[in-house]
Nanobody
Framework: QVQLVESGGGSVQAGGSLRLSCVFS????????LGWFRQAPGKEREGVAG???????MYADSVKGRFAISIDSAKNTLDLEMNNLKPEDTAMYYC??????????????????WGQGTQVTVSS
């Protein structure tokens, strides 16, 4: 059974940094894809960053140069380093996993497993 548990959210001021982590279990990441998604109140869920089992990465234009996605294979965690945070980054952030390597890493429909989310709030 695949389980995903996020942590690391919080409240920061604009320009600050946060590191999100998602511990995954029961999941063979080298065969699949992992991603971070976010959803702000009243908005649709959007893909933030994704990484597949062979190391390809993809970022939303809005976070390129500020966010970095990585996998720590020793700890079985998916991490998202977020720098220079902006108020528009405020959202619930979700970790997601797909059973296969997906071409469109930022499309939520390709992911089967989801975590419960962790809240990120950025104040101006």
């Amino acid at each position: 059974q695949v389980q995903l548990v996020e942590s690391g959210g919080g409240s920061v001021q604009a320009g600050g940094s946060l590191r999100l982590s998602c511990v995954f279990s029961g999941y063979a990441y080298r065969r699949g894809s992992l991603g971070w998604f976010r959803q702000a109140p009243g908005k649709e869920r959007e893909g933030v960053a994704g990484i597949d089992g062979i190391g390809n990465k993809m970022y939303a234009d809005s976070v390129k140069g500020r966010f970095a996605i990585s996998i720590d294979s020793a700890k079985n965690t998916l991490d998202l380093e977020m720098n220079n945070l902006k108020p528009e980054d405020t959202a619930m952030y979700y970790c997601a996993a797909a059973d296969t390597i997906v071409a469109r890493l930022l499309r939520s429909s390709g992911y089967r497993y989801w975590g419960q989310g962790t809240q990120v709030t950025v104040s101006s």
